[in-house]
């Protein structure tokens, strides 16, 4: 595709499992995938999340952006090729004896694009999970630049929350024609519940669902890898 059509930008979205795993095999996964922003779930959001947050980033190569705990573990990244504009972070409505929720969005810039960078990871009960979505989505409805939405859904592209999300955007997968490719879980892949939503402005390049022994390795979820074209502001 001739990327005088738009603005490349390479994104990862990945649930990193609390760095629970192979934190060496995680950093190695992200490196070789070099990308321009990275959607993280299960992120640092606990005690000393900021210095865990840049330590995760910098053994990525990447900065900071946006989340922690703030967003309840969603983790914005970016290269240095990406300036950040303007960040914030959204909690979902507590559940008694449920685990609290959230989101994290970025503002940015990359060349003459501008969109904004989000993240979120619903929840694993499917009762609560519809009005996390719509949380979400009001969220991403509120963007004044054209959405890119990474998410750990907890459920496939059947589900109401799923559909809540991807209403008005494009589900990258199915862009790129491999919707059946499967993201969770490493051991016994069988489920996509990991998703990259993007504007229909931006044109979807490539998707791939990284498994390699390195992937397996350093989470219970393979990252979603996507290569896409941003419209540019002019």
């Not at 609390?18 to 070789?32: F, I």
């Not at 960040?87 to 559940?95: E, G, M, S, V």
């Not at 060349?111 to 969220?139: C, N, V």
Request: one cysteine or more; proline letters at 7%; charged letters at 25%.
């Amino acid at each position: 595709m001739d990327e005088a059509a738009g603005v490349p930008l390479r994104v990862v979205s990945y649930n990193i499992h609390s760095q629970r795993d192979d934190t060496a095999a995680l950093a190695e996964v992200v490196r070789a995938a070099r990308p321009d922003v990275v959607i993280v779930q299960e992120g640092p959001r606990r005690f000393r999340w900021r210095q865990k947050s840049a330590t995760l980033a910098e053994s990525f190569g990447l900065v900071v952006a946006a989340g922690g705990l703030p967003a309840l573990g969603n983790l914005l990244l970016t290269s240095l090729r990406v300036q950040v504009l303007g960040t914030r972070c959204q909690r979902f409505p507590l559940t008694p004896g449920r685990h609290l929720r959230g989101a994290a969005y970025a503002d940015c810039r990359v060349a003459d694009a501008r969109f904004t960078l989000a993240g979120s990871h619903l929840s694993t009960d499917p009762a609560e999970r519809p009005a996390q979505a719509a949380e979400f989505k009001r969220g991403l409805d509120a963007a004044a630049s054209p959405v890119l939405a990474g998410a750990d859904l907890n459920e496939g592209p059947d589900g109401p929350a799923w559909a809540t999300v991807a209403r008005g955007l494009t589900d990258a997968a199915v862009a790129a024609d491999r919707a059946d490719r499967l993201t969770y879980s490493c051991a016994d892949p069988r489920r996509r519940i990991d998703a990259l939503f993007v504007d229909p402005r931006i044109t979807v390049v490539d998707y791939d669902v990284v498994d390699t022994p390195q992937t397996r390795r350093a989470s219970d979820h393979f990252p979603v890898l996507v290569d896409l074209l941003l419209p540019t502001t002019g």
